[in-house]
Structure formats: structure tokens, C-alpha cells
């Protein structure tokens, strides 16, 4: 019986999908992949921020699928970025913490659109090619770079920027002057219109940089927050360059006739910082760095006019499903995702109310883990000891009383699933996940500062506010 009903359920979302295809004059939806860096939960105006204003935001979760539980794939940037490319638990990856590469053997969704006729493009920040340090341009010939795992065009950096970035454009060094939000929006928007006149399908990956440390806005955006101290204002400024940009991008995709085909989906790559404003965090606890809701949960929305239903929802969601989804919407190939998938489809949430997601949302970084069920979260506070925690997120938001105790089955339950789902990510650390059966050689983490291929900049380089205090401290 429980066989039947999965089939019939497969083909429910399987008739969306094409239903989705058919409303589409059976043309590939074009997507669009937004991240914005170290926004944290309650940063948004939907979420009556009482400092920030955020109305292209609001617009967009007011025309689209609002999350109000959508976690990132984990609590620190370069991770997530994995979560997002492969569908994939960021350890699985090689993605152990920030500044590591994303291994080679990885099967990437710009990968999977591109065999089916998609263009794709990557805009902003990178950080999955191993360096540290704040963003720098990327070689052409960089072997963990975008072009290697299935970009087309690129106009990167290593990691954060901010105001007049030095960006690489396929490889070429350019220096930008202005907000790193428009230029990247304005790029991507240049990308957009041609492969619109080429009637060509596109995938556009766009990774901000905002409002990562070292908070650097345009004097007009800080104005905005003079009652503050000045890191406030730099940061909050930076958020309204990256707001008004959304809308640029919106107002865009509407004028090009190609809204109701277009697929907008935005997220943060993590928690928020709580040493700029307690509201970034939105009463979670804890922030960026840490497996507890400020450190994972993050706002999310998908916008697909015509498609999706416009409406909040409490459904737990999470980039690990980025991947999954598209694949259900486009229809591809189950050989184009690389097992095993920590992620799973949302298409049926698309017109439905769910209320119960079927699969766990896993979480693995450094010593600590987390496995979310709906309202019940367990907390791995510590892998090497096994200290285990359980937690109802529904009733005690802000995971303040430990109910291991309480609720034994459930407790029993998910500890158990956890010990089974940890243990397949160790036997992809060992390589069973590859072709190969083994692991290829990766580059090692370390600041582009002590890279021979950026020593000859140096002398240059030394002299952007960016990257001074770096260069002198090596790191």
C-alpha cells in the first residue's frame, strides 16, 4: 500500500511539474539563484526590522512563496554555497568551514541545466576555490573556480566585497567603481537581456557580498542611519544597496515579458550578526557560526508568478532542497544529482499547504550537527563527546529547554536517524560517493596573502583599504 502511494504521489508532482512546463508554452522556466551574505533572520522589513527597510523584499515575499523556517545549509558561507550547488550535505562536499573548495567530483546544478540547453552565469561572491581572505578576482585557469563547475560566464571574487570591487570577468582583472550589489545586479541584467534576444533558457547564480564585515556602504545609503554608530550605518547602507538592486532586477525581469517564466529564488547564506543589532537575529538564538536557529535560519523566498501561490508558509525548507527542486521542475535526469541527496523537492508545496515535511533537514559543521523534523530539532552540541539535545521548536522558539526527557520516543527516534544519516556522510568522506571510490586530491585552505600566484599583485593590492590590514597581517 505504502508503494502505491508513493508511485501515485511521484506522479502527482511529476504532473505538476509538466502542468508548470505546459503553462510555460512548454518553454524552460528561466531561474534565478539570489544569496545575500550575513543576513540574518530577522533582517527584512516583512519582519518589522525596527531599523531597516526593506521594500523589494517585501514586494517580492508579498508576490511569492514566503518561508518563515528556510535554513541554510549550514551555519558559515562557503558550506552553504555546497548545500546550494549539489543538493549535498556541505561535509559530504570537502565543504568542511569557510574558505574550502568544492570538490572537483561534485556533481553542480549549473552543471545538470547547462547539458539541457541552459546558459549560466555566476555574479559576486565565490568562495568554494579554497582561498581565504577577503575577496579577490579568480584565474581563468583557476581549477575550482566557476568555469569548472558548469558556469558559462562569471564576474567573481574569492569571497566578501564591498564598494569599487577589483571583480575577474571570465578570468580578466577589472576595477569597479560603485555599489558591489548594483554592479553585480547590473551585469547579471546585461547577461539576462541577451539570452532573452537569443531565446535561450538561463541560470543566473547571484551571491552578494552584503552585509559581510568589513561593512563599507556609499555615503547616500549610510545617510540613511546617521543616528547610529558608523559600522551600523555601513552595514544597514549596504542591505538598502542591495534591496533597491533586487528591485532593479524585478522591475527588469517584468519589462523583458519574462516574469511569469522566470524562477527568483533568495535566501541569506547564514545566521545574522548580533553585535550590529539584536533585531538581525529575530529572537532566535545564537548567530552566524553556531547549528542553533540564528545560526541556520535564514529569511527565504521563491517568486514565480503565475506558478506559485502566493503565500506564507511554515513548511521547514532549506538550500539543500535548491537542487532537488529544480531537477523535479525541469525534469532531469536522476544521473545529473549525485547520491546520496540530503535535499528533497518542494514542488509540492508550490499550490498546496502542506504542513509536514517527510524528509529530516540534516546540519553537520566542525564538532556540532543538527536534524530538524518539523517542530522537532535535535541538537548535536558536541559529535566527538555524542551529547545530544532535543528541542521543540514550536513551542520554545528560542531552544531554551532541553526536552530529551520529556519526549524519549522522539528523542530515541531521531537519535537514531542521525547516527544513521552521520554515518553515510563518513562513508562519503571515504570517496563511496564517487565513480572513483576514492577521493581526489583537493587544494588546501589557506589566504590568497601566501598564494605565489597573488604574490605579484601584492605591491599593488597593498594600497586597496579592502585588503591592506590583511596583507600586513597575512591573513
Not at 535561450?200 to 552584503?210: N, R
Not at 542611519?225 to 555601513?234: A, T
Amino acid at each position: 500500500m505504502k508503494f502505491i502511494f508513493k508511485i501515485l504521489l511521484l506522479s502527482s508532482i511529476s504532473s505538476f511539474c509538466l502542468s508548470c512546463n505546459k503553462k510555460q508554452n512548454k518553454t524552460k522556466p528561466n531561474i534565478i539563484l539570489i544569496m545575500t551574505d550575513d543576513q540574518g533572520w530577522g533582517q527584512t522589513g516583512y519582519y518589522k526590522h525596527p531599523i531597516l527597510k526593506t521594500p523589494n523584499l517585501d514586494s517580492m515575499a508579498k508576490n511569492g512563496l514566503r518561508f518563515d523556517r528556510f535554513y541554510a545549509g549550514a551555519p558559515l558561507c562557503s558550506p552553504t554555497r555546497a548545500t546550494v550547488l549539489t543538493g549535498r550535505s556541505n561535509d559530504r562536499t570537502g565543504v568542511f568551514s569557510h574558505g574550502y573548495a568544492l570538490r572537483s567530483q561534485e556533481k553542480t546544478i549549473a552543471q545538470a541545466l547547462r547539458k539541457v540547453g541552459y546558459s549560466t552565469a555566476h555574479f559576486g561572491k565565490w568562495h568554494l576555490n579554497g582561498l581565504k581572505g577577503p575577496g579577490v578576482p579568480i584565474f581563468e585557469n583557476d581549477s575550482h573556480g566557476p568555469k569548472n563547475f558548469g558556469f558559462d560566464y562569471w564576474l567573481t571574487v574569492s569571497n566578501f566585497f564591498d564598494l569599487d570591487p577589483l571583480m575577474s570577468k571570465n578570468g580578466v582583472f577589472i576595477d569597479f567603481k560603485g555599489s558591489s550589489s548594483e554592479i553585480i545586479v547590473d551585469d547579471a541584467i546585461n547577461f539576462i537581456k541577451e539570452k532573452v534576444s537569443q531565446k535561450i533558457p538561463f541560470f543566473t547564480v547571484i551571491w552578494d557580498g552584503s552585509p559581510h564585515a568589513p561593512f563599507i556602504a556609499s555615503e547616500k545609503d549610510r545617510s540613511l542611519f546617521k543616528d547610529l554608530d558608523e559600522q551600523s550605518q555601513n552595514h544597514f547602507g549596504e542591505l538598502v544597496a542591495f534591496d533597491r538592486s533586487l528591485g532593479k532586477l524585478r522591475s527588469q525581469i517584468k519589462k523583458l515579458g519574462i516574469a511569469e517564466n522566470t524562477i527568483i529564488w533568495f535566501c541569506s547564506d547564514n545566521g545574522g550578526l548580533r553585535k550590529v543589532n539584536e533585531a538581525n537575529i529575530g529572537g532566535l538564538k545564537e548567530t552566524k557560526g553556531s547549528i542553533w536557529e540564528g545560526g541556520i535560519r535564514v529569511p527565504g523566498i521563491i517568486e514565480w508568478s503565475g506558478v506559485i501561490k502566493p503565500r506564507i508558509t511554515n513548511f521547514p525548507a532549506s538550500t539543500l532542497d535548491i537542487f532537488p527542486t529544480i531537477a523535479e521542475i525541469i525534469q532531469l535526469p536522476k544521473s545529473n544529482l549525485l547520491n546520496p541527496i540530503d535535499g528533497t523537492s518542494l514542488c509540492p508545496i508550490f499550490k498546496s499547504d502542506l504542513k509536514k515535511r517527510k524528509k529530516m533537514i540534516p546540519f553537520r559543521i566542525n564538532d556540532k550537527a543538527a536534524l530538524v523534523d518539523n517542530n522537532f530539532k535535535l541538537v548535536v552540541t558536541s559529535l566527538e563527546k555524542q551529547n545530544f539535545e532535543l528541542y521543540n521548536l514550536e513551542a520554545d522558539p528560542t531552544e531554551s529547554k532541553n526536552i530529551s526527557k520529556e519526549k524519549p520516543d522522539v528523542f530515541k527516534k531521531m537519535k537514531t536517524e542521525f547516527v544513521i544519516w552521520n554515518k553515510t556522510v563518513q562513508m562519503s568522506l571515504e570517496g563511496r560517493d564517487y565513480s572513483e571510490g576514492k577521493l581526489f586530491e583537493q587544494p588546501v585552505s589557506h589566504f590568497w596573502m601566501h598564494d605565489d600566484k597573488y604574490k605579484p599583485f601584492i605591491k599593488d593590492w597593498i594600497n586597496r583599504p579592502e585588503y591592506r590590514e590583511r596583507i600586513i597581517l597575512g591573513r
